[in-house]
């Protein structure tokens, strides 16, 4: 069965202490990792999708990479905007979507 | 610019009366898929469909059915609503290639008591 586990649970930092929110994964064939934020009140926002280990890909103040086994979201500096939740989902056989729990991150000036 | 959307946004109901919630994409993409959000449990998937006719039961099926007539819209029905499905739904779409990316909805808060 897949399993999608994110940590830690929540985070908080001061503005500019960077960080890396981490995303373990078991899946058999993994087609395709994606990272999404979500603020209170609102629907998912796609950030990244990483396709096989080794790939980073990156975005203002964020960073993802991937192996085997996990994905990390480096977030380089933060900013008080950038507090949100970060989801972690993996697709395999199907185009459905398994979703960990998520990162809730703070981050405070 | 193409958009999910989804109605009503927040919705009071009772135990046992039948509630639709409605979706609607104009990204035209085949694949739709809804999602419901507990804290503890993160998005878990309900049901999904790849084009019109064709629907799929996800991981929390129980309680929920979904037809689609076209491709803009797939509506989620809850038969008899129960306190368990005090949730937060949300739609997402998707084109028809693997690892192409979910859109979300601003999804739909529903209580039920």
């Known amino acids: 069965e897949d399993q999608v586990t994110q940590s830690p649970e929540a985070l908080r930092l001061q503005e500019g202490e960077s960080s890396s929110l981490n995303c373990s994964y078991t899946?058999?064939?993994?087609?395709?990792l994606f990272w999404y934020r979500q603020d209170p009140g609102k629907g998912p926002e796609f950030l990244f999708t990483?396709?096989?280990a080794g790939e980073e890909k990156e975005k203002e103040r964020l960073k993802a990479t991937l192996t085997k086994k996990e994905s990390l979201l480096h977030i380089t500096a933060p900013k008080p905007e950038d507090s949100a939740t970060y989801l972690c989902?993996?697709?395999?056989?199907?185009?459905?979507?398994?979703f960990g729990k998520g990162t809730s991150l703070l981050v405070t000036p | 610019d193409a958009e999910i959307t989804q109605s009503p946004r927040h919705k009071i109901t009772e135990t046992g009366r039948q509630v639709t919630l409605a979706c609607h994409q104009t990204?035209?993409?085949?694949?739709m898929f809804w999602y419901r959000q507990d804290l503890g449990h993160g998005l878990r998937l309900i049901h999904y469909?790849?084009?019109?006719?064709?629907?799929n039961k996800g991981e929390v099926s129980d309680g929920y059915s979904v037809s689609r007539s076209n491709t803009e819209d797939l509506p989620l029905t809850l038969e008899s609503a129960a306190s368990s499905q005090t949730s937060v739904y949300f739609c997402?779409?998707?084109?028809?290639?693997?690892?192409?990316?979910?859109?979300f909805g601003p999804g739909t808060r529903l209580l039920v008591l």
């Open positions: 469909s790849y084009g019109v006719q064709d629907t």
């Open positions: 899946v058999s064939g993994l087609r395709g």
């Open positions: 990483l396709y096989s």
């Open positions: 990204w035209n993409h085949n694949n």
């Open positions: 989902a993996v697709q395999n056989s199907g185009y459905a979507l398994n």
């Open positions: 997402a779409s998707s084109g028809s290639s693997f690892q192409e990316t979910q859109y």
